[in-house]
């Protein structure tokens, strides 16, 4: 069986069920007309059994059979199948006098369905019971129904419809999760690949060291062997520490992607101590406010990863030389002193919903021009393409921030003169 | 101003007055009045024919034993173009045949007993009390009515009750259980022109169960099948009427099979003849021509269906001989007859 193309356009549904609206809308007029025009000939038939007063009062009993009869008879129509004619007697009692045997032949002739009866009089003198012809009125029904059944079937296709596409949507945006997630593991060993150069650099002087003393142990020429091993053991160890506290094994091995609790004070040491190396001369400042957590849920090493970006950014646009000053702002307030380089924050109380978590980074570096800020997130833009940088750490800070719910943005550093990346962050748990 | 005064032709004639002119217009005027006078002096000078019409009366209600309306106009057409007719009636001096309607039965009584009518298409009560001598010539005859190998065509009248009164169930019904239910209900009746719906059957009422009337009072319809149809819609629950008027009406219902279940007659009258079509004295059939010829063409157009189920048989004054006896009886026994 042919699979029905999903992209099919839309509009000829939507048109056939334009026209079935259109036509429903004209049966129900039609039918209004119809349920109308049949009251108007019950009103007429009543109006002139009142006016030839035929069914005299009710406490007269004088009656011409004759006369009702021709006029019962000249009031059946095409609408008016049938159509009997009871008198209200003085005693109450309700004589039927057309056909005038029925009462006798049928006394319950009333209970039967169908039956619709209409006083003649303000005062009853009388009523009459008509049976109508409801074809037409069935057929016009029918065609109604028919017509809703049509249209919820097109609603349900629409909806089936849209439920595909909802589907659709769902993967590619399922799919575009996965890539983005893998764009951000890739640019993290990236970002990794590009500080090993300088960790590399350091490490091949304890390297060379140890090669060194080595050699000359090995040609006599050098120290005596144990103090050789003991100088390696102090190489290797520094070689160890260095790596310890680089974090970098950390940083590119970490694949667990679950949330927990994440302090972004800690998330800011840890970047600062990853790009320590990209650092030179430059002065970093951190201050957070004493009397609060900055803890937000979320994956860890994504938090290190959107600050090692910014910082990496901010000590590359600054060279060697200047400052970087990292600030969190939590319940309206600025930390005021330096928080040092780790440490927990004292819990003074939970985040609340509709806090937000508001952390700059500022450099004293050139900053970004105005005109390019608007698109300094955006993916492969770069402004150190010949020191081969990828173009992808700032939208990957966006798309960090993004899906924790938060806004990152870039204006001027009024105090430090530089660029300054605003971080804001929900503090309610996401 | 100046100028030359034109000279008289001829001064010597004289000079034409005004009236002089006048008299001359007038004088011209009556010579041609005159003329035409003279030329048209043939046709005003014929004697001047005043139209003589056959006065035909009859009860302009179609509830009435007769027809009326446009069956009649039909046969007063066929009568006039009937050969034999119109010689006799041309003859006689009439122009036309006219139909007057009578309003009710009073009005036909009067203008029979002023002999208005040259034929009159009459209840059979009206003839039995006329004074003035018109002959019965014809009757009605139904499919229903009864009638005998000579001829004699009759109808009876019944008083019944309607399955919903308590009459209809008792076993025996005495003089005073029908005298006590009379009393408190009222009687259906057909009007006091109807001998076989009215007169009839009160008057057996009277001879069988000593029952003058209904004391109860009377609840009047305009025919016998008015009185049937209102005893079986229950506007009355006892009712007087022609007996041939009540089965014809069941019939037409298919109700005959259930007309023990429906109804229950409790006296039955005697005979009565058919209402009658009575002509003047001076048309009587053995002295007069056009009597027997419209005697003979009025029996042959309801023959051929020209009233519908209608027709008419030959009838004679002797027919009527019991209506009258009938009248006088009731009179006697239960009282006068008002129109």
């Given at each position: 069986m042919k699979r029905r193309d999903r992209n099919a356009p839309i509009w000829p549904l939507l048109l056939a069920m334009g026209m079935l609206l259109g036509a429903a809308g004209t049966l129900l007029w039609l039918r209004g007309r119809l349920v109308a025009g049949q009251q108007s000939v019950l009103d007429g038939t009543v109006r002139r059994f009142e006016a030839t007063g035929v069914l005299g009062r009710p406490e007269s009993d004088s009656v011409i059979f004759g006369e009702i009869e021709r006029l019962a008879a000249a009031s059946e129509n095409e609408l008016i199948r049938s159509l009997r004619v009871v008198k209200r007697a003085a005693d109450g009692r309700e004589l039927t006098l057309v056909p005038f045997y029925v009462d006798l032949t049928e006394p319950r002739w009333r209970d039967a369905p169908g039956w619709i009866r209409l006083p003649v009089g303000a005062e009853p003198a009388g009523y009459l019971y008509v049976r109508i012809d409801r074809s037409t009125i069935h057929a016009v029904n029918a065609a109604i129904m028919l017509l809703g059944l049509l249209l919820v079937g097109g609603l349900g296709a629409l909806l089936a419809r849209q439920r595909g596409k909802e589907a659709q949507v769902n993967r590619l945006q399922s799919e575009l999760e996965q890539r983005k997630v893998q764009v951000i593991q890739l640019e993290r060993l990236a970002l990794a690949g590009q500080l090993s150069a300088n960790v590399f650099h350091d490490i091949k002087k304890p390297v060379l060291n140890i090669k060194h003393e080595v050699d000359d142990a090995l040609d006599g020429t050098g120290q005596p062997i144990e103090e050789v091993l003991r100088s390696v053991r102090a190489q290797t160890d520094l070689f160890l520490q260095m790596l310890r506290e680089l974090g970098m094994e950390a940083f590119v091995n970490a694949a667990a992607e679950n949330r927990e609790w994440c302090d972004l004070a800690e998330a800011v040491d840890r970047s600062l101590r990853l790009v320590g190396y990209e650092r030179g001369n430059v002065q970093t400042q951190v201050h957070f406010p004493p009397d609060r957590e900055f803890l937000i849920e979320g994956i860890p090493h994504r938090f290190v990863q959107l600050f090692s970006n910014l910082f990496l950014n901010a000590f590359q646009a600054m060279g060697h030389g200047g400052t970087l000053r990292v600030r969190g702002m939590g319940n309206g307030e600025w930390g005021m002193a330096d928080k040092g380089s780790t440490g927990i924050l004292p819990v003074s109380r939970q985040p609340t919903d509709g806090d937000w978590l508001v952390i700059d980074v500022e450099d004293s570096g050139p900053g970004i021009p105005e005109e390019k800020r608007a698109e300094v997130f955006s993916p492969f833009v770069t402004g150190r393409a010949a020191s081969g940088g990828s173009g992808l750490g700032l939208y990957i800070c966006r798309t960090i921030v993004e899906d924790l719910g938060g806004t990152i943005t870039v204006d001027k550093s009024?105090?430090?003169g530089g660029a300054r990346f605003r971080v804001r962050l929900p503090a309610a748990s996401r | 101003m100046s100028g030359t005064k034109p000279a008289d032709t001829n001064p010597g004639s004289p000079a034409p007055t005004s009236i002089g002119r006048r008299l001359y217009g007038t004088f011209r005027l009556i010579l041609i009045l005159g003329l035409i006078f003279l030329a048209l002096s043939p046709v005003l000078s014929q004697p001047t024919a005043r139209p003589r019409l056959l006065r035909v009366g009859y009860l302009a209600r179609e509830t009435s034993g007769h027809p009326s309306g446009g069956a009649l106009e039909g046969m007063r057409d066929a009568l006039w173009k009937n050969d034999v007719v119109r010689a006799e009636l041309e003859r006689e001096g009439f122009t036309g045949i006219g139909l007057f309607a009578c309003d009710g039965y009073s009005d036909m009584a009067r203008r029979l007993n002023q002999r208005e009518f040259h034929v009159a298409f009459t209840p059979a009560t009206l003839y039995a009390r006329q004074t003035v001598g018109y002959t019965a010539v014809l009757k009605s005859r139904r499919k229903e009515d009864s009638f005998s190998p000579n001829g004699r065509v009759w109808r009876q009248g019944v008083i019944f009750v309607s399955s919903r009164s308590p009459l209809h169930g008792t076993k025996e019904i005495t003089a005073e259980s029908l005298a006590d239910y009379l009393s408190r209900e009222r009687l259906a009746v057909a009007g006091t022109q109807s001998v076989a719906g009215f007169e009839a059957p009160l008057l057996r009422l009277a001879e069988d169960?000593?029952?003058?009337?209904a004391e109860g009072g009377y609840l009047w319809f305009e025919s016998s099948e008015e009185v049937a149809k209102g005893v079986l819609s229950g506007v009355a629950d006892i009712g007087a009427c022609e007996e041939q008027a009540l089965d014809r009406l069941l019939e037409q219902e298919g109700l005959k099979d259930k007309r023990d279940q429906l109804i229950r007659v409790i006296l039955r009258s005697d005979r009565i003849p058919t209402d009658p079509v009575v002509l003047l004295p001076s048309l009587e059939p053995r002295a007069s021509a056009l009597g027997r010829e419209l005697r003979r063409a009025i029996r042959e157009f309801s023959l051929r269906g020209g009233l519908g189920e209608l027709q008419y048989a030959t009838a004679t004054d002797l027919d009527y001989g019991a209506v009258t006896q009938l009248l006088d009886e009731f009179s006697r026994r239960v009282g006068e007859v008002p129109f």
């Amino acid at each position: 069986m042919k699979r029905r193309d999903r992209n099919a356009p839309i509009w000829p549904l939507l048109l056939a069920m334009g026209m079935l609206l259109g036509a429903a809308g004209t049966l129900l007029w039609l039918r209004g007309r119809l349920v109308a025009g049949q009251q108007s000939v019950l009103d007429g038939t009543v109006r002139r059994f009142e006016a030839t007063g035929v069914l005299g009062r009710p406490e007269s009993d004088s009656v011409i059979f004759g006369e009702i009869e021709r006029l019962a008879a000249a009031s059946e129509n095409e609408l008016i199948r049938s159509l009997r004619v009871v008198k209200r007697a003085a005693d109450g009692r309700e004589l039927t006098l057309v056909p005038f045997y029925v009462d006798l032949t049928e006394p319950r002739w009333r209970d039967a369905p169908g039956w619709i009866r209409l006083p003649v009089g303000a005062e009853p003198a009388g009523y009459l019971y008509v049976r109508i012809d409801r074809s037409t009125i069935h057929a016009v029904n029918a065609a109604i129904m028919l017509l809703g059944l049509l249209l919820v079937g097109g609603l349900g296709a629409l909806l089936a419809r849209q439920r595909g596409k909802e589907a659709q949507v769902n993967r590619l945006q399922s799919e575009l999760e996965q890539r983005k997630v893998q764009v951000i593991q890739l640019e993290r060993l990236a970002l990794a690949g590009q500080l090993s150069a300088n960790v590399f650099h350091d490490i091949k002087k304890p390297v060379l060291n140890i090669k060194h003393e080595v050699d000359d142990a090995l040609d006599g020429t050098g120290q005596p062997i144990e103090e050789v091993l003991r100088s390696v053991r102090a190489q290797t160890d520094l070689f160890l520490q260095m790596l310890r506290e680089l974090g970098m094994e950390a940083f590119v091995n970490a694949a667990a992607e679950n949330r927990e609790w994440c302090d972004l004070a800690e998330a800011v040491d840890r970047s600062l101590r990853l790009v320590g190396y990209e650092r030179g001369n430059v002065q970093t400042q951190v201050h957070f406010p004493p009397d609060r957590e900055f803890l937000i849920e979320g994956i860890p090493h994504r938090f290190v990863q959107l600050f090692s970006n910014l910082f990496l950014n901010a000590f590359q646009a600054m060279g060697h030389g200047g400052t970087l000053r990292v600030r969190g702002m939590g319940n309206g307030e600025w930390g005021m002193a330096d928080k040092g380089s780790t440490g927990i924050l004292p819990v003074s109380r939970q985040p609340t919903d509709g806090d937000w978590l508001v952390i700059d980074v500022e450099d004293s570096g050139p900053g970004i021009p105005e005109e390019k800020r608007a698109e300094v997130f955006s993916p492969f833009v770069t402004g150190r393409a010949a020191s081969g940088g990828s173009g992808l750490g700032l939208y990957i800070c966006r798309t960090i921030v993004e899906d924790l719910g938060g806004t990152i943005t870039v204006d001027k550093s009024e105090e430090i003169g530089g660029a300054r990346f605003r971080v804001r962050l929900p503090a309610a748990s996401r | 101003m100046s100028g030359t005064k034109p000279a008289d032709t001829n001064p010597g004639s004289p000079a034409p007055t005004s009236i002089g002119r006048r008299l001359y217009g007038t004088f011209r005027l009556i010579l041609i009045l005159g003329l035409i006078f003279l030329a048209l002096s043939p046709v005003l000078s014929q004697p001047t024919a005043r139209p003589r019409l056959l006065r035909v009366g009859y009860l302009a209600r179609e509830t009435s034993g007769h027809p009326s309306g446009g069956a009649l106009e039909g046969m007063r057409d066929a009568l006039w173009k009937n050969d034999v007719v119109r010689a006799e009636l041309e003859r006689e001096g009439f122009t036309g045949i006219g139909l007057f309607a009578c309003d009710g039965y009073s009005d036909m009584a009067r203008r029979l007993n002023q002999r208005e009518f040259h034929v009159a298409f009459t209840p059979a009560t009206l003839y039995a009390r006329q004074t003035v001598g018109y002959t019965a010539v014809l009757k009605s005859r139904r499919k229903e009515d009864s009638f005998s190998p000579n001829g004699r065509v009759w109808r009876q009248g019944v008083i019944f009750v309607s399955s919903r009164s308590p009459l209809h169930g008792t076993k025996e019904i005495t003089a005073e259980s029908l005298a006590d239910y009379l009393s408190r209900e009222r009687l259906a009746v057909a009007g006091t022109q109807s001998v076989a719906g009215f007169e009839a059957p009160l008057l057996r009422l009277a001879e069988d169960y000593n029952i003058r009337g209904a004391e109860g009072g009377y609840l009047w319809f305009e025919s016998s099948e008015e009185v049937a149809k209102g005893v079986l819609s229950g506007v009355a629950d006892i009712g007087a009427c022609e007996e041939q008027a009540l089965d014809r009406l069941l019939e037409q219902e298919g109700l005959k099979d259930k007309r023990d279940q429906l109804i229950r007659v409790i006296l039955r009258s005697d005979r009565i003849p058919t209402d009658p079509v009575v002509l003047l004295p001076s048309l009587e059939p053995r002295a007069s021509a056009l009597g027997r010829e419209l005697r003979r063409a009025i029996r042959e157009f309801s023959l051929r269906g020209g009233l519908g189920e209608l027709q008419y048989a030959t009838a004679t004054d002797l027919d009527y001989g019991a209506v009258t006896q009938l009248l006088d009886e009731f009179s006697r026994r239960v009282g006068e007859v008002p129109f």
